[in-house]
């Protein structure tokens, strides 16, 4: 019988960073101008990419991730975040990651959905990407951005 040591090393090495890394998982609510049936197919590409920068970056790490979207409505925010925190209670998330994008970025909100507590939030502005690539590019880019922000709020 012959003993790979490097072959067991390896799996050792990777069962105890499995063991060692906690996954978070994230409930995503995008709050969106209109809806999407009704946006222009550029505004559409901004949105999706934006998430999903956000969402490859979140998977990166490790952690699991689920999102909704609605239409922005700032006389009903407090009763939207109300019913979006059900939803992380009753889906078992960790974090509820609100996000708000327009023509320039996004601006977002962490809460911990446990005791719904704010941990923080801020803005992402397109013009912190690589003008050079395209607007899909641009806004994925802006969604690792906005990520790599969030993450530095849980370390």
Do not use: C
Not at 1 to 26: G, K, Q, Y
Not at 29 to 35: K, L, V
């Amino acid at each position: 019988m012959i003993i790979d040591f490097r072959r067991i090393a390896v799996l050792m090495m990777f069962l105890s960073s499995s063991l060692s890394a906690s996954s978070l998982t994230f409930l995503v609510d995008t709050r969106d101008e209109m809806p999407r049936g009704d946006m222009e197919i550029e505004q559409k590409i901004k949105v999706v990419s934006l998430e999903t920068g956000i969402m490859d970056t979140f998977f990166e790490k490790g952690h699991i991730f689920f999102n909704t979207y609605s239409i922005r409505n700032s006389s009903m925010r407090e009763k939207a975040d109300e019913k979006v925190l059900k939803i992380a209670v009753d889906e078992g998330a960790d974090f509820l990651l609100i996000l708000l994008p327009d023509a320039d970025g996004a601006s977002w909100s962490l809460f911990r959905v446990a005791g719904s507590t704010h941990l923080g939030e801020g803005s992402v502005g397109i013009g912190e990407t690589d003008s050079e690539k395209n607007t899909g590019e641009r806004w994925t880019s802006l969604g690792i951005i906005l990520a790599e922000a969030v993450m530095q709020l849980l370390n």
